[in-house]
């Protein structure tokens, strides 16, 4: 069964980087497609990127050329690079997973079966 734990948010200046890391502690999520969203105070969850089980990752406009991820199948982690920060990037980070999309990553919320219980990232101006 796939359980997902983030890691790495945290507290960082404008134009700064995080790494955020979302493992499987199930092991079994290689097959799954799996997908950053984040959720602002009294906004709702959005998608930030995403990457398919086979390979091809996608970005929302809000990140592309900042955020950047990837996968690591021996670690059965998947992981968010987000460079040059803003404060609109501040809110709450969710790693999710789904078995059913092997060629795409969903940008919307009900395709995605499993979540994670998410990562605080702040942003100071």
């Known amino acids: 069964q796939v359980q997902l734990v983030e890691s790495g948010g945290g507290l960082v200046q404008a134009g700064g980087s995080l790494r955020l890391s979302c493992a499987d502690s199930g092991r079994t999520f290689n097959s799954h497609t799996v997908a950053w969203f984040r959720q602002a105070p009294g906004k709702e969850r959005e998608f930030v990127a995403g990457v398919s089980w086979s390979g091809p990752t996608t970005y929302a406009d809000s990140v592309k050329g900042r955020f950047t991820i990837s996968r690591d199948n021996a670690k059965y982690t998947v992981y968010l690079q987000m460079n040059s920060l803003k404060s609109e990037d501040t809110a709450v980070y969710y790693c999710?997973?789904?078995?059913?999309?092997?060629?795409?990553?969903?940008?919307?919320?009900?395709?995605?079966?499993?979540w994670g219980q998410g990562t605080q990232v702040t942003v100071s101006s």
């Open positions: 999710a997973a789904s078995p059913r999309y092997p060629y795409r990553a969903p940008s919307n919320v009900p395709s995605y079966d499993y």
